[in-house]
């Protein structure tokens, strides 16, 4: 069975520019969280959608934006880039949003770099 | 509130020796924890997790954690390092509002 995917592997953008970052779930995983990863630090929590509505959202401005897709994946869009957006991007899907005990299954990332 | 603190980012060990990775966690609630270890270029990968069950809670490669709630500790163990386990490892707290909290992560070094 395929892991969690995501695309692209690696992007470069300028300031100012946007960005939209994909992810597919593991089949049959119905939930779908985003992560920002800074180059030394713990992934911190961007979004997490359930069943296409979002459940769950970190402390990210609102340049920060994601929807859920009626076939489980994903999208996260960055508007109005800035420097300080250069990160791994880590997409983690699990069965559902119900139980705090869920493992979480993480993608390889996409690694955004804004120059 | 939640929050979970490493007091280590860097760890040296022989190979062959005892790992000891620390974590700290802070909960209102009887909170959920893990570890993930994060290989170079690699995603992350669950290494076990407490749940609320047995509070020594085996993982995978040998790993292992004990949950103790009067020291609000979750530790990361293995007996013997090997040199595949140098990597970054991270602990984890999720509660029931479902906000999932990374620690800023403790690198692995082993030494030949």
């Known amino acids: 069975d395929a892991g969690v995917t995501q695309s692209p592997t690696h992007l470069i953008k300028t300031r100012g520019q946007h960005v939209t970052l994909r992810c597919s779930p593991i089949?049959?995983?119905?939930?779908v969280s985003w992560y920002q990863q800074v180059l030394g630090q713990g992934p911190q929590f961007i979004f997490q959608?359930?069943?296409?509505?979002?459940?769950g959202r970190g402390n990210f401005p609102d340049r920060f934006s994601a929807r859920q897709f009626p076939n489980y994946s994903s999208e996260l869009n960055v508007n109005a880039l800035l420097l300080g957006d250069s990160a791994l991007y880590l997409c983690?899907?699990?069965?559902?949003?119900?139980?705090?005990?869920?493992?979480?299954?993480f993608g390889p990332g996409t690694r955004l770099t804004v120059l | 509130a939640q929050s979970v603190t490493q007091l280590d980012s860097h760890v040296s060990v022989s190979e062959g020796t005892p790992v000891l990775l620390r974590c700290n966690y802070s909960?209102?609630?009887?909170?959920?924890l893990f570890w993930y270890v994060q290989h170079p270029n690699k995603g992350l990968q669950l290494l076990l997790k407490?749940?609320?069950?047995?509070?020594l809670v085996k993982g995978i490669n040998g790993f292992e954690a004990e949950f103790k709630k009067s020291e609000t500790s979750f530790h990361l163990t293995k007996p013997s390092a090997h040199m595949s386990d140098a990597a970054e490892y991270f602990c984890?707290?999720?509660?029931?509002?479902?906000?999932?909290?990374f620690g800023k992560g403790t690198r692995l070094h082993i030494l030949p």
């Open positions: 909960s209102s609630y009887s909170p959920s």
């Open positions: 089949s049959g995983h119905k939930s």
């Open positions: 984890v707290v999720r509660g029931r509002d479902d906000k999932i909290i």
């Open positions: 959608y359930y069943e296409k509505e979002e459940r």
């Open positions: 407490y749940t609320s069950a047995a509070t």
């Open positions: 983690a899907s699990s069965l559902d949003r119900g139980r705090s005990y869920n493992e979480q299954f």
